[in-house]
């Protein structure tokens, strides 16, 4: 992965149409991206499939990126988290079909994201270690798996709804520290 | 214990959970359409998700890379910028041969806007460039013939609205230089823009357009400031 001055002047390059940059962008991200979809979708095929729906996406979005102010890579990721998100949503048995419009990170700038970035992980880290074992790997397992509260329930052996309180309770807790 | 037990306390301490629970992905559809509907409008949720999300982003580092198996750049390049019949309406080079060779009048007829002057020679306008400036979400487009005759642009909005004490400005982006004003321009009408020799030293072929919604007047500074509500590249016809 390249250094994210590279990947944001790659994709405002992508928001003016510059499809060699496009090419170059999908050079330098996509062991990321497909890294992301594969470890969500767990079946290689599906994971290639959604990746090619998440570069369709980002290049018909790389403007919202540019108006936005976000870490490039982190919106890059969260474009295939979140595709890779609704493939699941929507294959879940209690799913009801709804169109989920695809939420990034279309925000208002953050002056402070490079400053705050570099401790950010550190941040995460200590506050999730704050948590009992069981709850931080619920939460990194929902982050990075894409675990729904039933396969939580499942792996980590309790009841659904205890698990539902556990991880609740527990991302208040974090967002606790997270905001201290 | 059920999830009704739970002692979240204020309201907006469920919000919080409820958007941390959106942003991790752990919502039913339903549910998520909701959230995500109700962060769009109320900024106390949107600044929750804009904490957690860059919070959270702090994990992304343990996606591991995974090389992704060839041949899906190509399928989505043919599929973004495809051939004539995979590249969608603006991108179709038939559809726009088509209007040139004489389908005008059905054409043109069809999107409302007369695009063309029935004066112009079709052999001559074979060699013109066009460029289709749309952006999604936008639902500003417009369509730009240069006429090499008069080195001037014709520009006919297809679709968009006034904006009260706003202006839609029109830039000429050529190779990696900064945009250059063509000027403001209307969203209602048909308008005819001489290029100044300053835009016309660069203009041709992927010369990109761009519409930025300004301040009333255009831009102060000469730089686009607003957000760009359609762009399109000039291609050959």
């Known amino acids: 992965m390249d250094g994210p001055a590279e990947i944001t002047e790659l994709l405002s390059r992508c928001a003016l149409r510059d499809r060699q940059a496009f090419g170059e962008l999908y050079r330098r991200t996509s062991a990321k991206l497909f890294g992301v979809t594969l470890r969500i979708l767990r079946d290689r095929s599906e994971a290639e499939e959604a990746l090619q729906e998440v570069y369709v996406k980002i290049w018909q979005r790389a403007d919202r990126f540019v108006a936005g102010g976000y870490s490039p890579i982190s919106w890059l990721v969260a474009v295939a988290r979140n595709h890779s998100l609704d493939i699941l949503r929507a294959r879940r048995p209690q799913s009801e079909d709804i169109d989920v419009a695809l939420e990034v990170a279309d925000t208002a700038p953050d002056p402070e994201r490079a400053a705050v970035e570099s401790g950010e992980r550190s941040r995460i880290e200590s506050c999730l270690s704050e948590l009992d074992t069981d709850k931080a790997d619920a939460v990194r397992g929902a982050y990075l798996d894409g675990y729904s509260y039933e396969e939580l329930a499942t792996r980590h052996s309790v009841p659904l709804n205890t698990m539902r309180t556990w991880l609740r309770r527990s991302l208040l807790k974090l967002r606790e520290c997270l905001s201290a | 214990m059920s999830d009704e037990n739970i002692s ?181 009408s048909r308008i005819d823009i001489k290029i100044t020799p300053q835009v016309l030293a660069g203009f041709g072929e992927g010369t990109v357009l761009a519409v930025t919604l300004e301040q009333k007047g255009g831009s102060p500074t000469g730089a686009p400031q607003g957000p760009i509500v359609a762009k399109g590249a000039a291609t050959l016809i």
Not at chain 2, 80 to 95: D, H, P, Q, V
Not at chain 2, 117 to 135: C, G, H, I, S, Y
């Open chain 2, 8 to 188: 979240t306390g204020s309201s907006s301490e469920e919000d919080h959970v409820l958007v941390a629970e959106y942003v991790l992905g752990l919502l039913a559809p339903a549910e998520h359409a909701e959230v995500g509907a109700r962060i769009a409008i109320e900024p106390s949720l949107m600044a929750e998700q804009r904490l957690w999300r860059l919070r959270l982003a702090a994990l992304d580092r343990e996606f591991a890379d995974v090389p992704a198996p060839a041949g899906v750049l190509g399928r989505v390049e043919t599929r973004l910028f495809g051939r004539s019949e995979a590249g969608g309406f603006w991108n179709s080079l038939a559809l726009w041969r088509s209007i040139a060779a004489g389908g005008v009048a059905v054409a043109a007829i069809a999107i409302g806007f007369n695009v063309l002057t029935p004066r112009v020679d079709p052999k001559l306008f074979a060699e013109q460039l066009v460029a289709a400036l749309q952006e999604e979400g936008s639902g500003v487009s417009f369509v730009a013939l240069y006429d090499p005759t008069t080195a001037s642009v014709r520009l006919t909005a297809l679709s968009g609205a006034e904006v009260p004490d706003k202006d839609y400005e029109l830039w000429a982006i050529e190779g990696g230089s900064a945009p250059i004003s063509m000027g403001v321009i209307p969203v209602t």
